[in-house]
């Protein structure tokens, strides 16, 4: 039995540790192989079982590449900076780097416990100096490029505690700190010019392996669209409105236009006015909630008049300016034209503001009157009341308005991006210093790059008010690095999606200290093989390593342009109908679990109760049944070391042709749905396998030599589920070295006629079983009469016939004309039907008449000790029964006596 799983799981990860055997280097002969799970970020929640599920289904990959003999990079890391170590460490009351330092100690511990096959000499970590300084020289090279660079963008103000807030620190409009009502304000921040590579990113989708629903979101999240950009001129201003619409074909019917509340001009266009204090407030009302509340069919739709009107660019109308809570900055030009005849959104705002209703696009089918419309008409129609474009398809007239408007100056065909440049500014203190200063005569500087890295203060006052940086002198003031001059440093930190961006390029070479990374060691293993984790990265991180990735081909420092050649989302992990999380109580430890049953139980639990992209419901007695199987191989092996050998054999029983059959079968199997990720149907498939072990282990008669290869192939197929018990029993059955490293089983061709003669065996007993409960009696001997050769060569023409039509009348006339029928007519005429009826009685793999006898021969006496009574075999054409005529290929006839 297994005595003790802790002590087996601590020797195993000390000896692969003392060996170093997960520790790689480029082999330029060798086949590289890049495996990643995306890197955690450090809580002091430590691992649960979702976390596991992710990290068993990479480690088994892993593992199982290893032992096919490819070189394989499997690396951890820790995506250490941001804000919630940063709120974490306020509430606390330590600093961030305490709290982030101990809490990846924490998870190291826990990854380390799970048996992962990390080469740890890899270990990279963000908010390290060493990691942090390629950041900033990144930024430079980026900035230099003319893609960074710095603007006015709304942020989340607390005036009580002077500071900017994230969207996650803003709880129902109010400072989760203070409870104070948030500001919004404008703020010149840095940026970098994603959407110059828009068309890049859309393009490179169709190039690339990924899940549908993520390739769909990205598509979605740059919202690639054709259409028209409007220039109207704001009346007594020297601005202008900008808009983009993909119906030109309604700038007639336009009575208002729209701002996004947060657009920088809003604030200019009413500042002095009567509208000031009314449009702030309503700013602050309304910025502060989330996005897709903003945009949600349901939300009440809510505006306000701002006191302006733009100039319509043909008729020269004076149209009224609002802004609106579904209007976003994110989303074309930040600002929309209102055509409520044409678009139910805006019809039911012109309602409830009592704006005016132009139609321009006539029904068809009935004339459209603006007083007693219900709704909005969007289908199709004829132009009306749009001058010279009367009578013209409304889709006709996007092309024709948006060539006179070209014409005119007035607008011109574009395409435009709902994707928006990539805010990296942060006013937090836990993140990667922004490497610019700013000088009174020479304005806003780059750090020189040999200055790099620029450090982030320890010694700063963290009280969570505010930026510490702002107040920390010794890092604020510096020299500028074009006149020498006194000048500021930037107190502003990069988006922790910047680090995350790229480390993966990191990985392949953490240790290099004169450049970002050795571009030789790159090219041996980028791009990353297999990456792994959650889809609700789909838009954020994984489009941000896509645009990184490009960039840095750009600047001539790599040679591919996508990070990932195949992405695996895996499924979350439930308890009690609840996500599995600290907020819900829910929580399956590691060490929980790791106590009761192992660590390779829960492996195994979580690789095999459902498919690894679907949701995974927690369940106790499936952990218990994954706790026996374990304990099964085990058992299996330690209870039968005696009819294990090595030496050469000779599978000549059927037993013996059966189980080498199911040998390779299941190294065939297991190893494609390892490459699948179908990692539940290859544990299933090893399961299978052992019960097939243990039978045959209870056999008179046991092939040791096979016995012992079977036995040896499956510790190599379970190592990578449960990597202690693997090494633990290829210990035990004398083996050298790791299994971990034992190369991967190769399989031979499976021996078909070995499955027929299962399935023969398989049919036959449940037959007897059912031929003996109908007869009521207890056997005291069977005949058993195996169907004459004829049959045989009858069921071999129609498996063909089938093959090219289900006719019956014309199958049985084909059948007939072959001389070889005609003596059996009758038979044949009474057969034919049911066969073209259930094609499946014809067994894939045929025996022949005289083979199938000799199988039943030697698998008589087996037969008599099963059912306690003497078994006859008998030729049909020699046999006088009735049953006689009711053999047929794979199932003779059965008489009980």
């Not at 068993?56 to 995506?79: E, I, Q, T, W």
């Not at 299933?684 to 209870?698: D, P, S």
């Not at 050298?736 to 190369?743: A, E, L, M, R």
């Not at 078994?871 to 046999?879: C, T």
Request: hydrophobic content about 35%; overall charge positive; glycine content about 8%.
């Amino acid at each position: 039995m297994i005595t003790d799983l802790k002590k087996i799981e601590k020797k195993w990860q000390k000896k692969w540790e003392k060996a170093k055997i997960f520790r790689v280097r480029e082999v330029p002969k060798k086949k590289s192989y890049y495996i990643l799970e995306m890197f955690p970020y450090p809580s002091a929640a430590g691992l649960h079982m979702g976390h596991i599920r992710n990290y068993s289904m990479g480690d088994c990959v892993a593992r199982y590449k290893r032992m096919k003999g490819f070189n394989v990079l499997y690396p951890m890391g820790y995506d250490a900076f941001g804000l919630p170590a940063e709120n974490a460490a306020i509430k606390e009351k330590t600093h961030p780097n305490v709290y982030t330092r101990n809490a990846i100690a924490g998870i190291k511990k826990d990854q380390k416990s799970l048996g992962l096959s990390y080469d740890w000499t890899r270990e990279l970590t963000t908010c390290y100096p060493e990691y942090y300084k390629w950041n900033q020289l990144f930024f430079l090279r980026m900035h230099k490029k003319g893609l960074a660079y710095r603007k006015k963008a709304p942020v989340n103000w607390c005036p009580k505690c002077k500071t900017v807030l994230a969207n996650e620190q803003v709880e129902g409009g109010r400072c989760w700190r203070c409870e104070s009502g948030v500001e919004v304000k404008n703020m010149k921040q840095w940026f970098l010019g994603i959407t110059k590579y828009a068309e890049r990113l859309l393009a490179g989708l169709k190039k690339i392996e990924r899940p549908d629903n993520v390739k769909k979101m990205q598509e979605n999240w740059i919202g690639r669209s054709e259409g028209t950009r409007i220039d109207f001129k704001i009346k007594d201003s020297d601005k202008a409105l900008s808009v983009f619409t993909t119906r030109a074909d309604t700038l007639f019917g336009i009575t208002f236009m729209v701002y996004a509340p947060e657009h920088p001009d809003v604030t200019d266009l009413v500042k002095g006015t009567r509208y000031e204090k009314g449009v702030r407030e309503f700013i602050n009302k309304v910025v502060t909630k989330e996005k897709f509340e903003r945009m949600s069919e349901e939300s009440e739709k809510e505006g306000m008049f701002i006191g302006r009107h733009v100039i319509h660019p043909v008729t020269g109308d004076e149209i009224p300016v609002y802004i609106a809570n579904f209007v976003l900055m994110e989303y074309g030009t930040g600002a929309i034209i209102g055509v409520p005849a044409h678009d139910q959104r805006d019809f039911m705002f012109a309602k409830k503001y009592k704006i005016p209703i132009k139609v321009v696009i006539q029904n068809p089918f009935h004339e459209l009157d603006p007083d007693e419309m219900a709704r909005a008409y969007c289908d199709e129609g004829k132009m009306v009341n749009s001058g010279r474009f009367d009578g013209l398809s409304n889709i006709e007239a996007i092309g024709e308005i948006t060539k006179f408007l070209d014409k005119k100056g007035k607008g011109k065909a574009a395409v435009e991006y709902k994707l928006r440049d990539w805010l990296i500014s942060r006013q937090r203190y836990w993140g990667t210093p922004i490497p610019m200063v700013y000088c009174e005569k020479c304005g806003t500087v780059p750090v020189r790059e040999k200055d790099l890295p620029i450090l982030l203060p320890t010694n700063v006052k963290f009280t969570g008010e505010g930026n510490p940086l702002t107040k920390s002198e010794k890092f604020v003031k510096t020299s500028c690095p074009k006149c020498g001059g006194p000048a500021k440093r930037e107190t502003d930190t990069m988006d922790t999606f910047f680090d995350s961006s790229w480390y993966f390029i990191r990985f392949c070479s953490p240790k290099e200290k004169k450049s970002a990374f050795n571009k030789g060691a790159v090219k041996y293993w980028m791009p990353v093989d297999q990456y792994i984790g959650g889809v609700e990265h789909a838009v954020l991180h994984l489009m941000y390593a896509r645009f990184f990735t490009m960039v840095l081909k750009d600047l001539g420092l790599i040679d591919f342009n996508e990070p990932f050649q195949r992405l695996f989302n895996q499924g979350i992990v439930y308890k009690d109908g609840h996500k599995m999380s600290k907020n819900f109580g829910n929580v399956v430890t590691q060490e929980e679990i790791g106590e009761r049953y192992g660590i390779d139980t829960a492996r195994v639990f979580l690789l095999f109760v459902a498919s690894p992209e679907n949701q995974l419901e927690w369940d106790d007695k499936g952990v218990q049944g994954a706790y026996r199987f374990v304990k099964k191989v085990f058992r299996l092996v330690s209870d039968n070391t005696d009819k294990i050998s090595f030496g050469k054999y000779k599978a000549s029983s059927i037993r013996d042709r059966i189980l080498e059959s199911k040998l390779n079968i299941a190294v065939d199997n297991v190893s494609r749905q390892i490459e699948n990720f179908q990692f539940n149907l290859a544990v299933n498939g090893i399961m299978e396998f052992v019960n097939h072990l243990h039978e045959y282990a209870k056999g008179v008669e046991v092939n040791k030599g096979l016995f012992g290869k079977c036995v040896k192939i499956l510790v190599q197929m379970v190592s990578p589920f449960a990597p202690h018990l693997g090494e633990e029993l290829w210990m035990k059955i004398g083996m050298p070295g790791f299994v971990s490293v034992s190369g991967w089983p190769k399989s031979r061709k499976a021996d078909k006629k070995a499955m027929a003669i299962e399935d023969l065996i398989g049919q036959l007993e449940e037959d007897i079983a059912n031929v003996v409960k109908l007869a009521k009696v207890e056997p005291s001997k069977i005949n058993l009469i195996v169907a004459p050769e004829w049959k045989y060569e009858l069921f071999e023409v129609m498996k063909d016939e089938i093959k090219n039509t289900r006719d019956t009348g014309k199958i049985l006339k084909s059948v007939m004309s072959r001389k070889k029928f005609k003596p059996y007519g009758k038979e044949v005429s009474r057969l034919v039907p049911g066969i073209v009826k259930s094609p499946d009685r014809i067994p894939d793999t045929m025996l022949g008449g005289k083979e199938e006898f000799s199988v039943l021969r030697e698998l008589t006496k087996e037969l008599e000790r099963g059912y306690g009574c003497r078994i006859v075999l008998q030729f049909a054409d020699k046999s006088s029964s009735k049953k006689a005529s009711q053999a047929v290929p794979g199932k003779p006839g059965i008489e009980v006596f």
